[in-house]
């Protein structure tokens, strides 16, 4: 089941960014020191791009990719078994009330970076780029 990352409706609250941003934090150095003792895991050079909490901050779901987009579905695979562990490393370098439990899904911002950059570099559509701008100049 895919997460929409970019839904409408009142966004997270300024708590829920800082827990998700230290989150982010935390794990990406624990991926980087590997502290998981899981060779599936730590073959894998993982990017956390975003750790969203909710309401409560007792669900963060973290958006990954392993390096160059490679082995996506075995990292993430890794990462699902090993949330418990990940769960207790997160925890104990911080100091929340409650350690969160781990949720992880695909980064896919960069895909659609690249289909935008892709769409933007047609010629159809940089035509009507250019001639939108031209519009603008007649006053």
């Known amino acids: 089941m895919?997460?929409?990352?970019?839904?409408?409706?009142?966004?997270?609250?300024?708590?829920q960014l800082r827990v998700g941003e230290l989150i982010r934090r935390t794990l990406s150095d624990v991926l980087l020191r590997a502290d998981v003792h899981d060779p599936d895991l730590n073959r894998h050079s993982i990017t956390v791009g975003e750790v969203r909490t909710s309401p409560d901050l007792k669900v963060a779901t973290a958006y990954v990719l392993p390096l160059?987009?490679?082995?996506?579905?075995?990292?993430?695979?890794?990462?699902?078994?090993?949330?418990?562990?990940?769960?207790?490393?997160?925890?104990?370098?911080?100091t929340l009330k409650y350690a969160p439990q781990l949720?992880?899904?695909?980064?896919?911002?960069?895909?659609?970076?690249?289909?935008?950059?892709?769409?933007?570099?047609?010629?159809?559509?940089?035509?009507?780029?250019?001639?939108?701008?031209?519009?603008g100049d007649e006053d």
């Not at 895919?2 to 708590?15: E, K, L, T, V, Y």
């Not at 579905?73 to 769960?87: Q, T, V, W």
């Not at 159809?124 to 250019?130: N, T």
């Open 2 to 15: 895919a997460q929409n990352r970019f839904h409408s409706g009142p966004g997270p609250s300024q708590r």
């Open 68 to 94: 160059g987009g490679h082995d996506a579905e075995d990292a993430l695979a890794a990462l699902r078994r090993n949330a418990p562990e990940l769960r207790h490393l997160v925890a104990k370098a911080m």
């Open 103 to 135: 949720r992880f899904v695909l980064d896919e911002t960069f895909d659609r970076m690249d289909d935008t950059r892709r769409i933007l570099s047609e010629d159809r559509v940089r035509r009507d780029v250019e001639s939108g701008d031209d519009e």
